[in-house]
């Protein structure tokens, strides 16, 4: 066999380029019969003896010998050695050329071998981006959509591009939805059905792209899909019925999209998604959640679901995950009531459900995505509604609860949204009830440290709260005030020139409130307070320099 395989890359390295000699076509069969026998050592010769710089050439050619040069890159190209000497010789422009060929063989050909080369090789597979093949694949797709190797052939090219970002601007201006739509379709295969899959996900990360295949009928094959797998045991169709409901969730994260399909409330796809929800499918009832999550993105939505009772069902749902729950279903079930609870109109109906109680027997979750959803949930309901933060602030369960995850260093999240809720307990309500319950609580020392947070939305909650408390119950938050420094951190925040003037307005307000303190006043003296609020009155913004004129006043008259 290396006898014969020395020969015939010699043979090939004189050979005339033009014409398809028969010798040419022996050498090439030879070539391809040592590949099979053993690829890496034949690609290795075929690499000493430089006839990969030939290729390019008898590429060009375009002749009857041209599908067996590209096999035999193809071929040479399986091995990643192989790959760079592939990009140096020349062959990829050449072989994009021969993807306008009509020949399907050549065509089959010339895509295993650019697929091969540029393999694993983001820079190469933008490259052929650049150099237009997605068009030309598309259009390869729409025009031997027969032929199911060049269809496969289509589908893994498309699988490896449509990872780049780059790709998706160019795939977004073919009809690549409506011919993938339209494979779809035609396949009963469960492989098949996958492949094209694996090209949907990543195109339908385009919001463009979600528009386009909304457009053009993806939604019902889903929903079919659902439909035929649902009961199902088999490992193949409980895989399906996934990829088909996580597909469905990507494609309503599309604004235009997503409202397209809620068809002012009334859209079949929209009721459909809804039925989910009281399924016994985990996979369903999670795939339910998350979509009614993406259609309450907007006020209008959020309002009309409200008004149509789909809060019965996310309550009912919630039910059933209380104990030994899942946890997805759990966090994508609180995610809907969530963005549900952000219209002001829907707060007082949601709590007239009764979703508080409900999402309240999640307290008990040591999950932190849970318990983020949980907070962020309740924070929402009471936002204006003071009976609402009232009726919370006081259940002492739930601020032990909050004050405990004020304290969860490894959970960000949890931590921030803890601190929130507890500031907008009070701030809600405004009851001495609940700042007695957050006192006793623990929970002054958190809403202290909150002041300093970087965030100066939340700074600005802490000093609104602190404020509250020091106004409706100083004599019992005194202890905490002075073992919390809350003077010296007044004093930081006041003197900072990066503080907001809000900061510094809410800042200067509180110090007002603690004065009536004895220990409280005593610090507020040692530290000079005076001078640095009598610095502020020339301050550019006038409401914080109005205010520094009265505390001004205000600790004059009792210094």
């Known amino acids: 066999m290396a006898d014969n395989l020395s020969e015939a890359l010699k043979t090939l390295k004189l050979s005339s380029v033009e014409s398809a000699t028969d010798t040419t076509e022996g050498c090439l069969d030879c070539l391809l019969k040592a590949l099979a026998h053993n690829n890496v050592e034949t690609s290795e010769k075929i690499q000493e003896m430089g006839v990969l710089t030939i290729m390019p050439g008898l590429l060009s050619a375009q002749n009857s010998s041209t ?16 790959r760079s000497p592939c990009v140096e010789a020349g062959l990829i422009p050449p072989l994009v050329q021969l993807l306008n060929s009509k020949d399907q063989e050549i065509l089959l050909q010339t895509g295993r071998a650019l697929g091969n080369i540029c393999y694993d090789s983001h820079s190469l597979q933008a490259q052929l981006i650049t150099m237009g093949v997605i068009p030309t694949l598309v259009k390869l797709l729409g025009v031997h959509s027969q032929n199911t190797a060049l269809t496969e052939m289509c589908l893994i090219a498309f699988g490896n591009l449509a990872e780049l ?84 969730v990507l494609l309503l994260l599309g604004d235009e999209s997503m409202q397209k399909l809620f068809e002012g409330g009334k859209g079949s796809v929209f009721q459909r998604v809804l039925s989910w929800v009281p399924s016994n499918n985990h996979q369903l009832q999670l795939a339910g959640a998350l979509a009614i999550a993406n259609f309450a993105r907007n006020d209008g939505n959020c309002i009309h679901m409200v008004d149509t009772g789909i809060v019965q069902k996310l309550l009912e749902l919630l039910d059933r995950h209380v104990d030994e729950g899942n946890v997805t279903v759990q966090h994508a079930a609180l995610s809907a009531l969530r963005n549900l609870a952000i219209p002001v109109v829907n707060k007082s109906k949601m709590l007239l459900a009764g979703v508080s109680d409900v999402v309240l027997k999640f307290l008990k979750s040591e999950m932190p995505p849970v318990q983020f959803k949980l907070l962020g949930t309740l924070r929402m309901l009471i936002d204006t509604q003071a009976d609402a933060a009232e009726q919370l602030g006081t259940n002492t369960k739930l601020v032990e609860r909050l004050v405990e995850w004020c304290e969860a260093k490894d959970h960000a999240g949890v931590m921030g949204e803890s601190n929130r809720l507890l500031s907008a307990l009070i701030r809600h309500s405004k009851s001495k009830d609940v700042v007695r319950t957050v006192i006793q609580g623990g929970g002054v020392k958190h809403l202290v440290t909150m002041a300093t947070s970087e965030h100066m939305i939340m700074q600005n909650e802490a000093l609104v709260a602190l404020g509250l408390i020091a106004a409706l119950d100083l004599d019992c938050a005194e202890k905490d005030f002075v073992g919390s420094s809350l003077v010296q951190v007044l004093h930081k925040l006041l003197t900072d020139e990066r503080s907001a003037p809000e900061i510094k307005y809410n800042s200067m307000i509180l110090i007002c409130s603690v004065m009536g303190s004895e220990p409280l006043h005593k610090e507020v003296q040692s530290l000079a307070f005076i001078d640095v609020v009598s610095s502020l009155r020339s301050h550019e913004n006038k409401t914080v320099a109005h205010q520094a004129s009265l505390t001004e006043q205000r600790l004059t008259a009792q210094s």
Not at 191 to 206: G, H, Q, T, Y
Not at 213 to 241: F, I, K, M, P, Y
Request: glycine share 0%; proline share 2%.
């Open 67 to 82: 599908p067996k040069v590209a096999n035999i890159i193809a071929e040479v190209a399986k091995n990643e050695f192989m």
């Open 165 to 248: 970002e780059s790709s998706k601007e160019q795939f977004a201006s073919t009809n690549i939805a409506e011919e993938l739509v339209r494979l779809f379709r035609k396949q009963v295969e469960h492989e098949k059905k996958e492949m094209i899959f694996e090209v949907l996900a990543p195109l339908a990360e385009n919001d463009a792209i979600k528009l386009q295949l909304v457009e053009a009928g993806l939604v019902e094959c889903l929903l079919e899909v659902v439909a035929q797998t649902v009961n199902s045991d088999r490992e193949e169709d409980v895989a399906q019925l996934k990829t088909a409901s996580d597909l469905m």
